[in-house]
């Protein structure tokens, strides 16, 4: 059964620092894209960062600079180090792991910032 597992989510003050990670299970053999998205109440589901099994990464415009996403191909694991936190990045984070014929999501994991 293919699992991909969310951890690291919390409050924290504006100007802080929180750390996502996300294991997938080894069922999955071939993972290419891994990524981190993350939805607001009222909101849409939105891309936050993306890294190829080729190392290339992508994030959206408003945490550039903040955000890094780094992945472990050895462990199937794909981290979110998020710094300079901003109330507007409170949302549900969602991981996302992708083989060449499926995505698959985690359950999502709560990061609110505080003012």
């Known amino acids: 059964q293919v699992q991909v597992r969310e951890s690291g989510g919390g409050l924290v003050q504006a100007g802080g620092s929180l750390k996502l990670s996300c294991a997938a299970s080894?069922?999955?053999?071939?993972?290419?894209?891994m990524g981190w998205y993350r939805q607001a109440p009222g909101k849409q589901r939105e891309l936050v960062a993306s890294?190829?099994?080729?190392?290339?990464?992508n994030y959206a415009e408003s945490v550039k600079g903040r955000f890094t996403i780094s992945r472990n191909d050895a462990k199937n694991t794909v981290d979110l180090q998020m710094i300079g936190l901003k109330p507007e990045d409170t949302a549900v984070y969602y991981c996302?792991?992708?083989?060449?014929?499926?995505?698959?999501w985690g359950q999502g994991t709560q990061v609110s910032v505080s003012s």
């Open positions: 890294i190829t099994s080729g190392g290339s990464t």
């Open positions: 080894r069922s999955i053999l071939k993972v290419n894209r």
């Open positions: 996302l792991v992708s083989d060449p014929w499926h995505d698959y």
